[in-house]
């Protein structure tokens, strides 16, 4: 599949990624709500990110049911994959959750069981899906949790992000001991860094149930450690504890999903969905979909899209079809890379289709032809002093997220090198603010361990820095990010001239989990 989608604003941006809105253009006008997902820019050089976004938009081939956010499209622009997606008009459970809290609204046990049998409903599909042989997918989630659960202002719920699932077909490799997913949403097997199968998915839905009848977290705290230590115990009392209101058969449909062996659990999201059923039906609990609806159009919070800056009309992402898969971003005033278009570029003022050729060898007899006449102008240019200007403006890039800070610059700018026909204006050099010279050395180390972006670059080193990072005088933005346990912490830092700056940061306490 390939397209054009014009980018509206980002709509979020996480520890790794990026979702932006987007509109998918067709002839006579037509368009689509999108969300287009890209990596981080700081983090396109992670091979392993990249192979997980890739493997999402592969499992998504499998994957059509209404309770599961569709994947449209798969594109690359330069070295940045992104995957175009359903648009879900609304926001995710945990976003819903707390704008509720603040609103003083409460979500009833009934409309807690609806929401978990939709998302079930989801899990049982993507559990049993075979592939065109007829095998099984044995697909696994790997991170069921509220962010991921998305709800619609039409009452819609849906199941999202893949991005660490696991399939019999995966090209992933799972190293061994390595931990993925959110930590208070881990089964005692993920949390053990074991084996995991779909049972896993059903406890991490139990949790989100026990969640939404008990109103409050059920695995919660800053140290991360000491949370991976109560999952792998899971004791775990019943939601009636803190919510009085819980009826018996509730608790003992939520107890069972939770626990700690899988053997105990629920074998299937099927069996899950029946057992809460009947609970529900036993606890004269029943919410429709139209119950659901009314309640999310005041729970859901308003929209929030941040516009991006814009260098012409608009934004667009061109994505190429098959098998090229790449893509561009165009502005309108500027033009694409001039090389080679390739498949997946457009020059709009250009495009025009071309009439196939009426001979089966005119187009190798036009290649002999063309041959002496490319080897002559190839020797004329390689001999030529001429060297052709660099274009006024770059190619157009994917927005970031990074903010820049602000730097010191003469009152009038230099010009480009190496443009034509631009007068260079002599500022007098008592008017230029030059900027301070020289380096200084950062000496890192953080809790758990981390990567280390600096200024939105991915500096390839890990903490302990034990040398340090050379970095010139000045101020600088500094990210940690610890990439299995989905944690960040940003911080600001001054550079002086010749000075060994040294900074511990506590990942477990300050960091942000994602």
Do not use: C
């Not at 006579?28 to 969300?35: L, N, Q, T």
């Not at 879900?88 to 704008?99: F, I, P």
């Not at 062996?261 to 609970?279: E, G, H, K, M, V």
């Amino acid at each position: 599949m390939g397209g054009s989608y014009r980018i509206i604003g980002r709509i979020g941006s996480g520890g790794m990624a990026e979702v932006f809105l987007g509109k998918a253009m067709g002839v006579a006008g037509f368009e689509k709500d999108v969300a287009v997902k890209s990596i981080l820019p700081a983090f396109t050089s992670d091979p392993q990110l990249t192979a997980m976004l890739i493997e999402e938009a592969r499992l998504a081939t499998y994957l059509n049911h209404t309770n599961v956010v569709q994947v449209l499209d798969l594109g690359k622009m330069g070295d940045r994959y992104f995957i175009v997606m359903e648009y879900v008009d609304g926001a995710d459970l945990d976003s819903v959750l707390k704008n509720a809290r603040e609103k003083g609204q409460e979500l009833s046990p009934a409309l807690a069981g609806r929401i978990v049998r939709q998302v079930l409903a989801g899990l049982a599909f993507v559990h049993e899906r075979q592939d065109s042989s007829g095998n099984s997918l044995n697909l696994v989630h790997r991170d069921v949790s509220p962010p991921n659960i998305m709800l619609s202002l039409a009452g819609e719920v849906k199941l999202t992000d893949f991005g660490i699932a696991k399939a019999r077909t995966s090209t992933l490799v799972t190293e061994a001991g390595v931990i993925r997913g959110k930590v208070s949403y881990m089964s005692p097997e993920q949390a053990q860094g074991g084996d995991l199968d779909h049972r896993g998915d059903l406890f991490s839905l139990g949790i989100v149930l026990w969640e939404l009848l008990a109103s409050r977290r059920l695995f919660a705290g800053d140290d991360q450690i000491q949370l991976l230590q109560e999952v792998r115990e899971a004791k775990i009392d019943p939601p009636s504890t803190v919510n009085p209101k819980i009826p018996a058969p509730l608790d003992q449909a939520v107890l069972r999903a939770l626990s700690r062996s899988p053997a105990d659990r629920y074998q299937t999201a099927r069996d899950f969905d029946r057992a809460l059923d009947r609970a529900l039906t036993r606890s004269n609990l029943r919410a429709t979909a139209a119950d659901l609806e009314a309640w999310l159009k005041d729970a859901i919070p308003p929209g929030k899209i941040e516009p991006l800056p814009r260098d012409g009309d608009e934004i667009i992402f061109e994505s190429a079809p098959p098998p090229s898969g790449t893509a561009v971003l165009l502005v309108p005033g500027s033009q694409p890379a001039k090389p080679h278009p390739g498949p997946g570029l457009k020059d709009r003022s250009r495009a025009r289709s071309l009439p196939p050729s009426r001979f089966k060898g005119s187009r190798l007899l036009l290649a002999i032809l063309a041959l002496p006449i490319g080897i002559a102008a190839a020797v004329l240019i390689l001999w030529s002093p001429w060297k052709p200007a660099s274009p006024s403006r770059p190619p157009a890039v994917l927005p970031s997220p990074v903010v820049e800070e602000p730097e010191d610059v003469p009152e009038r700018q230099a010009p480009p090198e190496n443009v034509v026909g631009v007068a260079v204006d002599e500022t007098p050099p008592e008017k230029i603010v030059k900027k301070p010279r020289g380096k200084g050395t950062l000496v890192l180390n953080s809790e758990p361990w981390a990567r280390v972006i600096v200024d939105g670059r991915d500096t390839g080193v890990t903490t302990p820095t034990v040398g340090g990072i050379r970095l010139p005088v000045g101020r600088h933005k500094i990210t940690l990010v610890n990439p299995e346990l989905e944690i960040s912490k940003t911080i600001v830092l001054e550079i002086k001239l010749g000075e060994t700056l040294k900074r511990f940061v506590d990942l477990k306490k300050e960091g942000v989990q994602h």
